[in-house]
């Protein structure tokens, strides 16, 4: 794993946190809460495990071949999304914990960049 992908799991770990805080008190079934925004954090790791193992790979191949073989995995993760909320629909965990989990990479993308920049002074 690259240091980028550790940084970016301890920050989605961090908001996670975060979020779990704040459905302390907002969320009316607080087990349900918990499970869901352990799935959805669960599953945006691995995918963003995925993703920088098929960029890996992809950085040795030709560049129609990567093209192929980025856009096959792309379209894999967006399967894979649409299994994960369907178990956890019919699983009954709370639907908007799961997307907050596998939404969390959005803000952690964010927050490490702005990181990097204040390191970097740029």
């Known amino acids: 794993m690259s240091s980028t992908l550790k940084q970016m799991i ?4 961090a908001l996670a946190f975060i979020v779990l805080g704040i459905g302390f008190f907002v969320s009316k079934d607080l087990k349900s809460f918990i499970i869901g925004l352990i799935f ?6 691995l995918k963003l495990i995925l993703t920088e193992k098929t960029l890996n790979k992809a950085m040795d ?10 856009r096959l995995h792309y379209t894999l993760r967006y399967f894979l999304t649409f299994a994960v909320l369907l178990v956890a629909v ?7 914990a799961v997307i907050i989990g596998i ?9 490490i960049n ?9």
């Open 61 to 70: 191949m030709q560049a129609s071949k990567a093209t192929n073989y980025c």
């Open 103 to 111: 939404l969390l990479p959005v803000p952690a993308g964010y927050i």
């Open 10 to 13: 301890k920050t989605i770990l």
């Open 114 to 122: 702005i990181k990097l920049k204040k390191e970097n002074n740029i």
């Open 90 to 96: 019919f699983r009954n965990f709370n639907i908007i």
């Open 40 to 45: 959805g954090t669960i599953f945006a790791i």
